[in-house]
């Protein structure tokens, strides 16, 4: 039966060996024979020894634990990412703490208070939509713990960044649209405080432009980017004065509410209204009509930064110039866009 409560100093009064003998034993020293070395081992193991791994790591002042936050768990990106970010850190012998955001400063602070209270070993960061202030990150710095953004990042100097090329994907968003007939695009936008929506934002415009539309600020919404927001997005279209034929949202979730308020009020996608999103939800695939988006990797983009986070790990001692790293996106054509043209 395990017993938490059994230290190394009653193994070696029950063996009546030293307790420095039994602690380099249990730390697999060379200095101690394997005769020795069993014999405590499974006196262990019969006690239920179990190491204080916490303790151990506070007082070597690190671990083997890479902290991660993402703002929500539940979108497809961000599983996938971690899933990228898990399989990399378990093949170098590396553990990872996962925590999430929820879109707000305030957790995201405590979560990285908690991280260097822990002594994780590195941080890999998705901000927050809310993350306009950066006071918070100051101590990774000062505690010198290796940080890397990915996806979402700060836009201050010395960051090492993994990201994907989010104007492009814009771009290549607003060109399907228009290829398709379309020239009154409504773009949905996040925070643009954000790096991200920025880019997805700025590739809108320059489609318009390169096929001589006029760009228009007021058919850009800008709001969180949740289904609600697609929902009240879709209601505003609805009540303008220009007859809108074309959507690109930075997300696929508010692609998504957007489409359900519009297929209940009677207007046909893509017939009335043809659709773009961005991330490739797996629901994005099965609603009716298939969404059209835009993919970005989040299992390469985790396997990859946290490849880089580890490189900056084990040379914490030197130096490293921070690097970022641009991934391809890629469009995928479904049906809430296909055969629009006239």
Known sequence: MQNNNITIHDLAKALNIDAST???????????????KNKILDK?????????VLASNLRKNSTKTIGVIVPRISRHFFSS????????????????????????????RNLID????????????SVSMETTNYDHLQG???????????????????????????????FDATKHLISNGCKNIVHFTGPQELKIYQN??????????????????ELV????????????????????????????AANDVSAIGAMKHLKSAGVKIPEDIAIVGFSNEPISEVIEPSLTTIDQSGHKIGSLATELLLQRIKNKSGSMSPKTHVLKTSLIVRNSSKHIAP
């Open 81 to 108: 990412a971690i899933a990228g970010i898990e399989e990399t850190a378990f093949e170098a012998g590396y553990n990872v703490m996962i925590c999430q955001s929820l879109e707000t400063l305030e957790r995201e």
């Open 22 to 36: 039994v602690s380099r034993a249990l730390n697999n020293s060379p200095r101690v024979a394997r005769k020795t």
């Open 114 to 125: 908690t991280m260097v209270a822990n002594r994780v070993a590195g941080v890999l960061l």
């Open 200 to 217: 997805r934002l700025n590739g809108y415009r320059a489609a318009l432009e390169k096929y001589k539309i006029p760009y228009n600020p």
């Open 44 to 52: 262990a193991y019969e006690l239920g020894y179990q190491r204080n």
């Open 221 to 248: 919404f800008t709001s969180r980017l949740m289904e609600e927001d697609g929902i009240e997005n879709a209601k505003r279209i609805m009540s303008l004065n220009t007859k809108i034929d074309g959507i690109f």
């Open 140 to 170: 990774l710095k000062k505690n010198n713990t290796p940080t890397l953004f990915f996806d979402r990042h700060c836009d201050i100097p010395g960051n090492s960044n993994v990201l994907i090329d989010d104007f492009k994907g814009g």
